[in-house]
């Protein structure tokens, strides 16, 4: 590898990182990172990325020790441990998906329950290990 290419290799390896979640923060929507592979440093709290925060919401808060992708911004050390965001987590050959395949779109709880759609089929799962309530102005089941 040129020098230059070492040097571009590096910079990324700062700037794009895995880590696990050492702590989070669920009123802020932060959690703390730890680099296993850079001596175990912990990162400032950072944002997690979500796909919504005007209107339309999403709550998302990953669990300690899951490992997470982020996205540094280098400081004035090269570290980049301050600032930065959390992209999110991603499946690996420990931690695999509890249902795979085109048109599944499935979220599990952790507790056993789960909502999952096939599109394939339009199918649509809810799975719940507590109560379901269902709240509306009018609730219409199968007019």
């Not at 680099?35 to 998302?60: A, H, I």
Request: charged content about 20%; some cysteine; overall charge negative.
């Amino acid at each position: 590898m040129a020098t230059d290419d070492r040097q571009l290799f590096s910079l990324l390896r700062r700037i794009i990182r895995i880590g696990n979640v050492s702590s989070v923060n669920p009123e802020a929507m932060t959690c703390r990172v730890i680099f296993r592979d850079m001596d175990n440093t912990v990162s400032d709290e950072l944002p997690l990325l979500n796909t919504g925060s005007l209107y339309c919401k999403e709550y998302w808060l990953p669990t300690v020790n899951e490992q997470v992708v982020c996205l540094m911004i280098p400081n004035s050390g090269g570290t980049g441990n301050s600032e930065g965001v959390v992209l999110g987590s991603f499946f690996n050959e420990v931690d695999t998906p509890v249902k795979t395949g085109t048109g599944i779109r499935r979220i599990d709880f952790g507790d056993g329950s789960y909502i999952e759609h096939d599109s394939n089929t339009g199918n649509l799962t809810i799975q719940a290990t507590g109560v379901i309530t269902i709240k509306g102005a009018v609730v219409r089941i199968n007019e």
